[in-house]
């Protein structure tokens, strides 16, 4: 540690050292940002698009409750319902009631798999027609014919305050299944709600609209949540385990959380949160980090490999370099203790640079030179 050389090495490496791990670092850590943010910003928008997706999933079936409540069958099965009837007019009530029957059937049938069970409730709160699925009949214990709805507040709601209500998914919970449901108000030609068409949105259906043409790799996951943080499934949702709520909170507050942390198995993943101001979801978009940093871990593994590669260079320099300075001066060094002994004549190499150390080899050869001239006066005299 007391040789020039390895000082001197020492201090060039540091030089070349410090400034390589700086960048190497910095690189990293920018490298990591940008690769989240663009990655976090892929899930955004695809889980955006689903968003849109679902919310369209909505309106289509607003505009079918919509087109059915329009129907002449439709306002005229409500302008005879609950009112004295004559003989003549029971018969077209029970006429029109089949009427409407068929087409909830017929709706229900060419939309099965979108939706479950069509059916209609009246004044009393009860359900009064629901056809039954894959025959016209009605009454099959598979239809909701006779069940009260009286305490569903979203079928409630929309039946007192006349307007489109979507519930959650747990107010429609049947054998081993559960529904989010769509209750739209059928009003009369004064704008009075006298029914209501309840649509049983299948859950299935929600989850291909999520999962359709999209490209998340092999650990990529789209799915969505209650605004309890319960994942939604089709069978089993009592039974699901809340997932992360400070993110779900944050999406609802927010609109939106984004973040990198641990999903309900404990795996790192990036993940977006997407809240919905109109509906009782969140959409949850995932990968898991490992997978989606791959190809930047491919990048950094090569750009640490250039560092290395570089620092070894700075070493095999930093060593050329401290011996072109130290050898000069070592052999000057072991010259002028020569010098000391007595010998004068000598005639020391690297006179001819034209740095420091030249200057200091011919400085050195004038004091020899000198030396021996008064040696020789001396000697004379």
Do not use: C
């Amino acid at each position: 540690m007391n040789s020039i050389r390895t000082k001197l090495t020492i201090v060039l490496l540091l030089m070349a050292l410090i400034p390589l791990a700086t960048l190497g670092i910095i690189i990293y850590n920018q490298t990591t940002g940008i690769f989240t943010t663009t990655i976090q910003e892929y899930l955004l928008t695809i889980a955006q698009a689903k968003d849109d997706a679902l919310e369209n999933y909505i309106v289509a079936t607003e505009d079918i409750g919509r087109s059915l409540a329009a129907t002449n069958e439709m306002q005229r099965y409500i302008e005879l319902a609950g009112t004295d009837l004559s003989a003549e007019e029971a018969a077209e009530f029970v006429e029109v009631s089949q009427q409407v029957s068929d087409l909830l059937f017929s709706v229900q049938e060419a939309h099965w798999g979108k939706y479950h069970h069509v059916f209609l409730i009246d004044a009393t709160e009860k359900i009064v027609i629901s056809p039954n699925h894959g025959a016209e009949s009605q009454g099959s214990p598979s239809s909701h014919l006779g069940e009260d709805t009286s305490g569903n507040e979203w079928a409630r709601n929309a039946l007192r305050r006349g307007t489109t209500t979507v519930s959650d998914y747990s107010s429609w919970v049947e054998s081993d299944h559960t529904h989010q449901m769509l209750f739209f108000p059928v009003k009369n030609s004064v704008g009075g709600t006298r029914a209501v068409l309840g649509f049983e949105l299948q859950i299935p259906h929600e989850q291909e609209i999520l999962t359709e043409n999209v490209e998340l790799g092999e650990t990529g996951n789209i799915f969505l949540v209650t605004t309890d943080g319960v994942p939604i499934v089709y069978q089993g949702i009592e039974n699901q385990t809340s997932l992360n709520t400070s993110a779900v909170i944050e999406a609802q507050r927010d609109g939106s959380s984004l973040g990198r942390r641990l999903n309900a198995e404990g795996v790192d993943v990036i993940d977006v949160y997407l809240g919905n101001a109109d509906y009782p979801w969140v959409l949850v978009a995932e990968v898991e980090a490992q997978e989606a940093f791959r190809n930047l871990f491919s990048i950094q593994t090569t750009m640490w490999i250039g560092l290395i590669i570089t620092f070894f260079f700075v070493v095999v320099l930093s060593i050329l370099l401290s011996n072109y300075i130290v050898n000069p001066i070592k052999k000057l060094t072991q010259q002028m203790e020569q010098v000391s002994l007595g010998e004068l004549d000598i005639k020391v190499s690297n006179a001819d640079r034209k740095d420091e150390i030249g200057q200091l080899v011919q400085a050195f050869n004038r004091i020899v030179t000198s030396l021996k001239i008064a040696m020789r006066g001396f000697t004379d005299g």
